[in-house]
């Protein structure tokens, strides 16, 4: 997962000047890393440039809409990273693979939820369209044991949590620190108590 800033939940070093100015805008370089007949559709993904991104994926030429652009991430990731709604239908559209991993083991529905998107997240499930792939997805584990429902409490994002739930979600699934949705959110917030209550229930059960 790309997170501008960031690398595997670790802030990256002080020192590294020549990424500072992307730091503060919000984005990546990601020309650097980038194949250079992806560039166009990376940007695209990642500024929210839906006409660049259309015309991008129209003379794409040997190469795939799946293919890694960064960290493993496909331009579907570098969307819901950044939250951008109509990419992310675009390339949805295009045929982007809802189940695509980064190399974190994160699938784009990961990211949606981290950031909050609660729109983003409504349609990578409505486009899973399979009961069966839905599931997958919700189980889906990074490389730290979390699944998209982790990713949305530790965001304390309460829409999201309540549509991963009514999908489907395990609110007790322990990622690999032994700590389920629930242990993630701040005391007394709403994304705790609606966690709780779900763990309860299921416990319940």
């Known amino acids: 997962m790309a997170v501008p800033g960031r690398r595997n939940g670790m802030e990256e070093d002080d020192n590294e000047d020549e990424n500072a100015l992307f730091e503060e805008e919000g984005l990546e370089d990601l020309d650097s890393h ?17 006409d660049a991104l259309r015309l991008a994926l129209d003379n794409l030429e040997g190469g795939s809409i799946d293919e890694p652009v960064e960290d493993g991430d496909t331009a579907l990731h570098l969307a819901c990273l950044y939250g951008n709604l109509s990419c ?23 990211d949606a939820c981290a950031g909050g998107y609660t729109e983003i997240v409504q349609l990578l499930i409505n486009g899973a369209n399979d009961a069966a792939r839905v599931k997958r997805m919700l189980e889906t584990v990074d490389a730290e044991g979390d699944t998209p ?23 007790t699934k322990a990622n690999l620190y032994g700590k389920i949705p629930s242990d993630l959110p701040e005391l007394a917030t709403e994304a705790r108590r609606i966690l709780e209550a779900a763990a309860g229930a299921t416990a319940c059960q």
Do not use: C, F, K, Y
Request: no cysteine.
């Open 34 to 50: 980038t194949p250079p007949h992806l560039r166009a559709i990376a940007d695209a993904s990642q500024q929210g440039d839906l």
């Open 88 to 110: 992310v239908q675009l390339l949805l559209e295009r045929g982007a693979n809802l189940e695509a991993t980064d190399e974190d083991g994160a699938i784009p529905l990961h």
């Open 149 to 171: 429902l982790h990713h949305a409490a530790r965001g304390e994002h309460a829409d999201i949590i309540r549509l991963l739930l009514a999908s489907g979600a395990s609110p």
